[in-house]
């Protein structure tokens, strides 16, 4: 199967500073990418959803200034936690759809804790 | 707006069984896929099985099987001879092809399954 790549894995960074996560499409164009948190026991809850070239479309209650996405190419999008607090501790996984394709891939995920 | 349900918070089976994992829906779409994901403590999500909501057949990939009955709109999944590392939260999942929501998922809030010796 198609394979996703995040990075970092892990990263713990202080309150206040900022930290940006990759997600990579290695074998395939990735039209449209998603970023997702997850909290300990919790399902996925979407934050956004990226498509190449053009702004990230954010779900309700997701802040656009705190969290940015850039899709800069079909195998690279980006979050970046702005100004990042302990509440923003938590499991962030990124997802890749070609063209044409039901499929979803996951990343392996970025575990962030804010101290 | 769109719902997956799963009602089984967590699930114990014993080596070798089969184990149903529950799955229900609730969309006005005609059009959707299923999806089944496998997230070990790892942390990954790995795609099991997909089902499209005109897929005559049930979806049957080795182990994993597909039990779709959509005028009940459930899709569960069924997992036979389970093994012990089969052990890990199971999500069932809904996409749409349509308009601003293509492509993304809709995640019910997982079965954690529990494969003993």
């Known amino acids: 199967g198609a394979v996703v790549s995040q990075h970092p894995s892990r990263v713990i960074c202080k309150s206040g500073t900022s930290v940006k996560i990759e997600c990579r499409s290695l074998?395939?164009?990735?039209?449209?990418m998603f970023w997702y948190r997850q909290f300990p026991k919790q399902s996925l809850m979407l934050m956004a959803t990226?498509?190449?070239?053009?702004?990230?479309?954010?779900e309700q209650g997701v802040e656009k200034d705190k969290f940015l996405i850039n899709h800069a190419s079909l195998t690279l999008s980006t979050l970046t936690v702005t100004s990042a607090h302990p509440e923003d501790s938590s499991f962030y996984i990124c997802?890749?759809?070609?063209?044409?394709?039901?499929?979803?891939?996951f990343g392996p995920g970025t575990r962030l804790t804010v101290t | 707006a769109q719902k997956i349900t799963q009602t089984q918070p967590g699930m114990f089976v014993q080596e070798k069984e089969a184990v149903t994992l529950d799955c229900t829906y609730d969309?006005?779409?005609?059009?959707?896929?299923l999806f089944w994901y496998k997230q070990p403590s790892s942390g990954e999500m790995i795609f099991l099985i997909y089902?499209?909501?005109?897929?005559?057949q049930n979806a049957t990939e080795g182990r994993y099987s597909l039990n779709f009955q959509k005028a009940r709109k459930s899709a569960n999944l069924v997992i036979s001879a389970s093994q012990l590392g089969d052990s890990a939260m199971y999500f069932c999942?809904?996409?749409?092809?349509?308009?601003?929501?293509?492509?993304?998922?809709?995640f019910g809030r997982g079965t954690q399954l529990t494969v003993w010796p």
């Open positions: 990226s498509n190449e070239g053009s702004k990230a479309t954010y």
């Open positions: 999942a809904m996409s749409f092809d349509r308009g601003s929501t293509l492509g993304r998922l809709y």
């Open positions: 089902q499209g909501s005109y897929d005559e």
């Open positions: 997802s890749a759809r070609g063209q044409g394709g039901n499929e979803q891939y």
């Open positions: 074998d395939f164009q990735a039209t449209t």
């Open positions: 969309t006005s779409d005609q059009s959707y896929g």
